[in-house]
């Protein structure tokens, strides 16, 4: 069965970078789309990003344009969400899938925190 695990998250001040990684195990990873989403506190669960299987595309959301960038890593099955210039709007916990429709996932796992303050 395919396991993701996310990781990479912590604090980091307003402007700063942080590199997220979603391990799989189970499944290449070659093979799926990718989503990251994200929830911050008393907030709903938004869409990031979608990498398609074939990496035809990656698009991303509006809010995260020009400073997000998903990546993959096939020799270690892991994809990477780099982030930068980071805003404290980005607080939250954030979770990969092997699918980028969200209303198909119905276990979101641990995902990793990301906490964006001065």
């Known amino acids: 069965q395919l396991q993701l695990v996310e990781s990479g998250g912590g604090l980091v001040h307003p402007g700063g970078s942080l590199r997220l990684s979603c391990a799989a195990s189970g499944f290449t990873l070659d093979y799926l789309a990718v989503g990251w989403f994200r929830q911050g506190p008393g907030k709903e669960r938004e869409w990031v990003s979608c990498m398609s299987s074939s990496g035809d595309y990656t698009n991303y959301a509006d809010f995260v344009k020009g400073r997000f960038t998903v990546s993959r890593d096939s020799a270690r099955n892991t994809v990477y969400l780099q982030m930068n210039s980071l805003k404290p709007e980005d607080t939250g916990v954030y979770y990969c899938?092997?699918?980028?429709?969200?209303?198909?996932?119905?276990?979101w796992g641990q995902g990793t925190q990301v906490t964006v303050s001065s």
């Open positions: 899938a092997g699918t980028c429709a969200s209303e198909f996932i119905d276990d």
